[in-house]
């Protein structure tokens, strides 16, 4: 686990389908929409529906009032 170098929140980094980083809040969050799962010393992200059983987390994009700064394009 870490902590956002913005707003100091604890994040956790996974890689997502694409290949690249990204952080996501580290407590679970009935409006995520990603699961997170270990695999090979790395956490996974995976977008799943609204339907989906188990803890969701959400990207900390969504909530980071300085999320901006740290966008890259894609």
């Not at 900390?60 to 999320?67: D, G």
């Amino acid at each position: 686990m870490a902590n956002c170098r913005s707003c100091k929140a604890s994040i956790v980094w996974a890689i997502t389908s694409t290949g690249r980083r990204m952080p996501f809040d580290a407590k679970p969050d009935s409006a995520g929409r990603f699961t997170l799962t270990p695999r090979g010393g790395d956490m996974v992200a995976e977008h799943v529906g609204t339907d989906h059983e188990g803890p969701l987390y959400r990207s900390h994009f969504a909530t980071c009032l300085e999320a901006d700064r740290f966008r890259r394009p894609r």
